[in-house]
């Protein structure tokens, strides 16, 4: 049932993302809005953490419709704490299904394949990948917090 509910979740957020439009971020876009770079490719985001030797941070996201999303970008994303932090220790991908923003097929398609391949059931989730491309750990839902909070549960996850 699990199942059929997330297929008709993703389903429906990829139709809704569609009738919007296609239109990529361009990267002044990425850095005026994160202040540091959060990738949107997959194979690219792998590539790059198995050659800097570093776990992969992947966000499931609504960026523009769930409300625990957009609260723990502004609490903890977008924090000096976070993203010195990010910056040092992980490569960063954002794997959103928007339903207000436009977002090119083969981008809303990588993501639906992302989230059935990691069995994401809900919004916001963090997969947290070694740089071999190996589970370290999931977590799903945010209830506010601070960024040393969130960076201590990465260390955690991280350092095993």
């Not at 299904?97 to 809900?122: D, I, S, Y």
Request: proline share 6%; glycine share 6%; with cysteine.
């Amino acid at each position: 049932m699990k199942e059929i509910n997330l297929r008709l979740l993703l389903a429906a957020t990829i139709a809704a993302t569609l009738a919007v439009g296609c239109h990529p971020k361009t990267n002044a876009e990425k850095a005026t809005a994160d202040k540091f770079e959060w990738l949107t490719d997959y194979k690219q985001a792998q590539q790059e953490a198995n050659a800097q030797n570093k776990p992969l941070l992947i966000e499931f996201t609504g960026s523009d419709w769930c409300p625990p999303c957009i609260l723990m970008k502004k609490e903890v994303f977008t924090s000096p704490e976070f993203q010195s932090y990010a910056a040092k220790n992980f490569i960063l991908l954002e794997v959103d299904f928007p339903r207000g923003k436009e977002q090119p097929r083969e981008l809303a398609a990588q993501n639906m394949e992302l989230a059935q391949k990691f069995a994401v059931e809900g919004f916001p989730c963090i997969v947290l990948l070694g740089s071999d491309g190996s589970k370290l750990a999931e977590r799903v839902g945010y209830n506010s917090g601070s960024p040393v909070v969130f960076i201590a549960w990465l260390e955690k996850m991280r350092k095993g």
